[in-house]
């Protein structure tokens, strides 16, 4: 076994628009953040994989073939979701050693659990001597995160993997694809934290997962097989949604539907610098998110509201919801303002993206 060494970096990512739609294959414009998980890795010359993270401590486990979950909520999960796709996909078993550093809020909705998973699975497969091509590792990780007890959507890993400064990521599903635009020179994304954590486990899992199934079963009850095909079928979507039979159905519908034109639209307005058009379709998603979908909770409602009094053009919240962050647009020559009365209304956690 050749001896070998070296650092991974994940970044985090900020969901420009585009939410609770990955998971139905549905396009979405995140961009990276300059906060990023960084691993180091060694290989050993055992079948151990040890891990070192200050703040979470050490963890070291066997890699076999047939890895199975800690207990809930302690982070070795992570690594042993990392081990156990490498393993699955690539069959290598081979000791490694890694050290990891971040500095990406966790439970903030900037997609620090994928980050890790991401940051891990390619340490795994470069001490192994091993180059996974973007197509490969994207059939892989959504899956492989569902270990750790969540199954969201492909746009994290996508958006870690394909990460470009100063640039958002359109992300295609089936097959997935990116497209990278770039952030026009007078826009600025601040990101703020709501103060409440959201973490993706227990309660706020079952809420998440809720939220996927209302979509799927609409989906199943028009007997549809994706979301692409109504869009793209130019069918009624407000008499499809009348003729669901339930509350949750119609609301996720309207919201997945709408949602995917949005983005459409945000994308256009990113590429041809109209910064009003992008606002106003921040605030649709975000009401959107609020009164169909039921994702959001009084803190980032009074976040999304301090940004836009302030002088944002547009502001939501971003990520699953139910606590984290929210990404507000605004002019660059008006960011520090902006950024001040965000603050001034209790939220001190705000950086630009
Ligand atoms: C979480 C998931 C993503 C996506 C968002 C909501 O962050 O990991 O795949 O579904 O929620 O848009």
């Not at 414009?29 to 070192?52: C, G, K, N």
């Not at 979908?293 to 803190?299: D, T």
Request: hydrophobic share 45%; proline share 3%; with cysteine.
């Amino acid at each position: 076994m050749q001896q070998r060494q070296g650092v991974i970096e994940a970044p985090g990512r900020v969901n420009l628009i585009g939410e609770h739609i990955d998971y139905h294959g549905l396009p979405v414009l995140p961009m990276a953040l300059r906060q990023r998980i960084r691993v180091q890795f060694e290989t050993r010359s055992d079948r151990a994989i040890h891990a070192a993270s200050p703040g979470y401590g050490e963890r070291e486990f066997l890699w076999t073939d047939s890895l199975e979950p800690v207990a809930g909520g302690d982070w070795e999960n992570y690594l042993r979701a990392a081990a156990r796709l490498v393993g699955g996909r690539w069959g290598i078993l081979n000791g490694v050693d890694l050290s990891i550093q971040s500095d990406l809020a966790a439970a903030a909705g900037l997609s620090s659990s994928s980050a890790l998973i991401v940051g891990c699975t390619l340490a795994l497969l470069h001490a192994a001597g091993v180059e996974a091509s973007f197509e490969e590792l994207m059939e892989v990780l959504p899956d492989g995160e569902q270990f750790v007890g969540t199954r969201g959507g492909g746009m994290d890993h996508a958006a870690c993997l394909s990460a470009r400064p100063g640039f958002a990521t359109l992300i295609e599903f089936r097959p997935v694809s990116v497209r990278h635009i770039r952030v026009p020179e007078e826009w600025t994304f601040l990101v703020a934290s709501s103060g409440v954590k959201a973490e993706k486990s227990g309660a706020v899992r079952e809420r998440y997962n809720a939220r996927r199934k209302a979509g799927s079963t609409a989906l199943a009850t028009l007997g549809a097989s994706s979301y692409g095909e109504i869009l793209n079928g130019g069918r009624d979507v407000e008499a499809l949604a009348a003729s669901l039979p339930t509350v949750e159905e119609r609301e996720a519908f309207l919201h997945v539907t709408s949602e995917a034109l949005r983005v459409r639209r945000a994308a256009a307005a990113m590429e041809s610098g109209d910064a009003s058009c992008f606002g106003r379709l921040l605030v649709e998603s975000h009401a959107s998110l609020h009164e169909r979908l039921h994702v959001s909770c009084s803190e980032l409602d009074r976040l999304v509201d301090a940004a836009m009094r302030s002088g944002a053009l547009g502001a939501r919240l971003t990520g699953a919801g139910f606590g984290g962050c929210a990404v507000a647009l605004c002019h660059s020559r008006e960011a520090a303002r902006v950024e001040a009365g965000i603050r001034s209304a209790g939220f001190p956690d705000v950086f630009s993206a």
